[in-house]
């Protein structure tokens, strides 16, 4: 029976790319750097539907107030035209006051839409909070790549939007429709009302109007920011490789870091063997560990440990003591507590000096430094 084999790769099986599928939950810094970028959980809707709602209740509730300065101002404004008009008539006149009656009905409409963009503008930093950022403006190239823009152009996102565009419109369509229907025959008696009676009932179906429509805004805009947060969310997962070069980036290669901490290690030993020719006597377990000290009373008010190992380190330490001709002095505890107690280049504690000056004394004896 002859047997086939098959060769495959199994990078074809893996999902979003080298390292897998993306499975972990973004850090905080992948989360910072996309804020940076300004890429965050925002939804447009919720923007809109705060500022057509803001608008259409304040006009509700000041509309009374503001048609009657409206209709002072036209009946002040036109009145006043009409009695210039019989003197001195001319278009630098009429240009004159056209442009006072603008400022007085920008001054008694500005307060509503200034209110209803301040607040939009707090919608906004609430949603992406306060981090202004010139990264969405800046020129890439993949911006007038007409492959990704074709792209893009049907990508799962533009189907979604067009989705909700359409739904959106339906709905509203449906809003105006049944409003206006329930209001035809009052906007048909127009014709038999006063001016302030027309534009009061005018004023009133526009604004029930805009209200429906800002409410199914906000139920709109909800739904939007829980999908917004959520495909942020999707977007930003990680997979286990890319956590592990963001550690690397970030905390450096940990075979780098360790070649290095064994470079710095070696550079210390280097120096503590070099300072360990100047001891005065080394201490020793014996066997497992060995501390040097040396006292210098010009430069330190009590003796200073200028070495100090365990094991191998501390054999090495014995040896240079002996090509030095070192004293090596055998005291178990005390190494023990210098060794646990002392780091090196400190000077031995006061608890420690009746023990370390033994030791000296004996050195001292035996070199005939006393």
Request: aromatic content about 10%; glycine content about 4%.
């Amino acid at each position: 029976m002859s047997k086939y084999i098959l060769q495959y790769n199994l990078q074809f099986f893996a999902k979003d790319g080298p390292g897998g599928e993306k499975t972990e939950e973004p850090t905080s810094k992948k989360l910072s750097d996309a804020r940076e970028k300004g890429q965050v959980a925002r939804s447009a809707d919720l923007v809109t539907a705060v500022m057509l709602l803001s608008l259409f209740l304040m006009l509700k509730i000041f509309v009374g107030s503001m048609g009657n300065r409206l209709m002072a101002i036209y009946y002040s404004d036109f009145t006043r035209m009409a009695e210039i008009a019989q003197f001195d008539f001319t278009a630098q006149l009429v240009q004159s006051l056209f442009q006072n009656l603008m400022i007085q009905i920008l001054m008694v409409t500005l307060p509503i839409f200034l209110f209803s963009y301040i607040l939009t503008i707090g919608v906004e930093i609430y949603q992406v909070k306060w981090k202004p950022t010139l990264e969405p403006l800046k020129p890439k190239l993949d911006k007038v790549n007409p492959i990704s823009g074709m792209k893009k152009l049907i990508s799962m996102d533009k189907i979604m939007e067009l989705l909700k565009s359409l739904l959106k419109l339906g709905i509203i369509g449906i809003i105006v429709y049944t409003t206006l229907n329930s209001q035809w025959g009052l906007i048909l008696q127009v014709y038999d009302y006063t001016l302030e009676q027309a534009i009061a009932v005018i004023g009133n179906v526009i604004i029930d109007l805009g209200l429906k429509i800002s409410v199914c805004f906000f139920i709109f805009a909800f739904a939007d920011v829980f999908y917004q947060k959520r495909k942020f969310r999707k977007d930003m997962m990680m997979t286990k490789q890319e956590i592990k070069d963001e550690y690397k980036n970030t905390e450096g290669d940990p075979q780098i870091k360790g070649k290095i901490r064994q470079k710095m290690r070696e550079v210390s030993r280097q120096r503590m063997m070099q300072a360990l020719k100047e001891a005065d006597v080394v201490i020793t377990n014996p066997t497992h560990f060995a501390v040097a000290v040396k006292y210098d009373k010009d430069a330190s008010s009590a003796p200073v440990v200028v070495a100090k190992g365990a094991d191998l380190l501390a054999a090495k330490i014995k040896e240079v003591a002996r090509e030095n001709d070192i004293e090596i002095v055998e005291n178990k505890p005390l190494a023990r507590m210098i060794y646990f107690n002392v780091e090196l280049g400190d000077e031995i504690p006061q608890e420690l000096y009746q023990m370390v000056a033994e030791v000296l004394a004996y050195v001292y004896r035996i070199k005939n430094k006393l």
